[in-house]
């Protein structure tokens, strides 16, 4: 079974952490994976990965994509308050144009 | 470019009612997809249209159906309402694969 896993699945933190949030997945014919911050409305898109080791960072943001061990990590440093979301990870599998499943999510608390 | 719209915001039915939601993609992008989102479930996948054509369908009851224009605008429709699809319904659209979504509408039904 097509599964996403994301751990863990709540962290409270104090501003100025560095916090270290973990996808895993069990896909066939996987294409691209992809990282979402959820707040008090829609997701908004953080990072779409498609090759292993390739580091892509915004800001205080990365992540990295591990192939061989079918994973991801999305890192944040120096966090902050407005930092407080769900984070979601996605992956884009199968056929021609792909489908997607969603982790259950992160939920992280900067406190201040 | 304008991002993706969803039509109405908030919505409030009783049960038995239907309703129907609205998405405009993004410009361009073919690919619309919807979700629900609960408190309890989290985001669940109902369906996906690219070119005016149901290509994925997730594990929803028939009551939630929707379709696909020859502009790429979507709508979803619920058929008797049920107090547990109270929830955000999501709408995405996407093109390869990055997916942008909307701001949701927000159902209740009392």
Redesign the interface.
């Known amino acids: 079974e097509d599964k996403v896993v994301q751990s863990p699945l709540s962290l409270v933190v104090h501003e100025g952490d560095t916090v270290t949030l973990n996808c895993s997945y069990e896909v066939t014919n996987f294409?691209?994976l992809?990282w979402?911050k959820q707040e008090k409305?829609?997701?908004?898109?953080l990072f779409?990965l498609?090759s292993s080791g390739i580091e892509k960072k915004s800001g205080r943001l990365s992540s990295i994509l591990d192939k061989k061990e079918l994973s991801s990590i999305l890192n944040i440093t120096a966090t902050q308050t407005g930092d407080s979301a769900i984070y979601?990870c996605?992956v884009?599998y199968g056929g021609s144009?792909?489908?997607?499943?969603?982790g259950?999510?992160t939920k992280l608390s900067v406190k201040p | 470019k304008a991002g993706v719209t969803q039509t109405p915001r908030y919505l409030i039915k009783t049960r038995g009612q239907q309703v129907t939601l609205s998405c405009s993609p993004i410009s361009g992008h073919r690919?619309v997809?919807w979700y629900q989102q609960t408190p309890g479930q989290?985001?669940?996948?109902l369906f996906e249209y690219?070119s005016e054509t149901q290509?994925?369908k997730g594990n929803f009851p028939g009551r939630f159906s929707g379709r696909q224009f020859s502009n790429s605008r979507s709508e979803m429709n619920v058929s008797t309402l049920e107090l547990g699809d109270s929830a955000l319904y999501?709408c995405a659209s996407s093109l390869m694969?990055?997916?942008?979504?909307?701001?949701?509408t927000r159902l209740t039904v009392l």
Request: proline letters at 5%; aromatic letters at 18%; zero cysteines.
């Open positions: 294409r691209s992809l979402y409305k829609a997701p908004t898109f779409m498609t979601l996605v884009n144009q792909g489908n997607l499943i969603f259950k999510g | 690919s997809s989290g985001l669940q996948f690219f290509r994925n999501l694969n990055e997916q942008f979504f909307g701001p949701g």
